[in-house]
């Protein structure tokens, strides 16, 4: 019988948590905390939420993620380099 408890908590509690890290940013994107679908991401990687996992909950894929920070990444190198040649 703990077999299949820990069978049926392996299975569920990530679904709870999912569901959890979901309704929180539903909550938080009411009252306006969200400027971006990467905010978003953050909030939820923040949570505890693998990357591709907080993907899917903020309605995104990975791949866009990982594009989505490449970009950031390179505008906000970017600027720094043209405030350095200043």
């Known amino acids: 019988m703990a077999d299949k408890e820990t069978s049926a908590d392996a299975t569920w509690l990530p679904v709870i948590g999912r569901t959890l890290a979901y309704l929180?940013?539903?909550s938080a994107a009411a009252d306006g905390a969200f400027k971006s679908v990467l905010d978003k991401i953050k909030f939820l990687e923040n949570l505890g939420l693998p990357t591709g996992d907080a993907a899917k909950v903020a309605g995104s894929s990975k791949a866009s993620v990982v594009e989505l920070r490449?970009?950031?990444?390179a505008g906000s190198s970017g600027k720094a380099k043209k405030k350095?040649?200043?």
């Not at 490449?70 to 990444?73: C, M, T």
């Open 24 to 26: 929180c940013m539903k």
């Open 84 to 86: 350095q040649g200043r």
């Open 70 to 73: 490449r970009l950031e990444k």
